[in-house]
């Protein structure tokens, strides 16, 4: 059994509905705990800052960024809250087109950006003291981004992995692994939900770390017979949901 992949490909905040589909088919809708910034506006959310779904592509948004209705054919046409951005598609209005606004100095991921390795991990920069979750993805060049959510728009933070340690075992605490950098302190503790989850980060990260990039960065290629082998169905928590 290949290992399951699918988590690597969800950078998909961008549309899943296709222009063409759109308000023709009901959309996949995005989880409101996928999102912790407006999909359009990048503006965070409260608690008086609520999210809407858009109704013609499942994108979470502001109130103001889902203003305007739309008469939508896979709902008889009735009017549906929708985005700003579909909005214009749907209306075919002349004008600008909405573009996603990120804050100044972050990566704004695309959702064909490749990624080797996805995943909810806890974070702490304590020793363990605190913890956060945190969406993680490392990228072909070397990188891993933060992400408060899943389906955020814009990393919160990177790090360039080349030059970092990978400490394993931390303190004893199970799935604990560390990041650290002679010149950049304090280290990232990071923690895994699972042993086959933990490995597999390792894996990625030791090569990563020495500038090597791993299998799973290789994906369409045909497997070697050490990547397609010994870690697959165990890894029960790498199972999409
Ligand atoms: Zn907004
Ligand atoms: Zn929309």
């Known amino acids: 059994m290949k290992l399951k992949l699918e988590s690597t490909t969800e950078l998909t905040y961008n549309m899943e509905v296709s222009e063409n589909d759109l308000g023709n088919v009901a959309p996949h809708w995005i989880k409101d705990d996928e999102v912790s ?41 009735k009017p549906n809250r929708v985005c700003d951005k579909c909005f214009v598609i749907l209306k075919n209005v002349d004008g600008k087109v909405v573009d996603q606004k990120v804050p100044k100095g972050v990566k704004l991921m695309n959702a064909n950006d490749p990624s080797i390795l996805s995943r909810y991990l806890q974070k702490s920069m304590d020793r363990g003291k605190t913890w956060n979750k ?28 080349p030059g ?49 990039l791993s299998e799973e960065s290789n994906r369409n290629s045909t497997h070697s017979s050490e990547s397609s082998g010994s870690q697959n169905a165990e890894d029960g928590c790498y199972k999409t949901s």
Not at 143 to 149: N, S
Not at 155 to 161: D, R
Request: with cysteine; charged share 25%.
């Open 37 to 77: 910034v407006c999909q359009l506006c990048s503006k965070s959310f409260t608690a008086l800052k609520r999210r809407h779904h858009c109704r013609a592509c499942g994108r979470v948004v502001c109130r103001k960024c889902s203003s305007k209705k739309s008469n939508l054919a896979y709902d008889n046409n």
């Open 134 to 161: 945190r969406w993680f993805v490392i990228t072909k060049e070397f990188a891993m981004y933060e992400f408060k959510a899943h389906h955020d728009i814009y990393a919160i933070a990177t790090l360039p992995l």
């Open 164 to 212: 970092y340690q990978v400490i394993f075992p931390v303190d004893n605490i199970e799935n604990v692994f560390c990041l650290s950098h002679q010149q950049k302190l304090p280290p990232t503790y990071l923690q895994s939900e699972c042993t086959a989850s933990r490995d597999r980060w390792l894996n990625v990260l030791k090569k990563m770390v020495n500038l090597e």
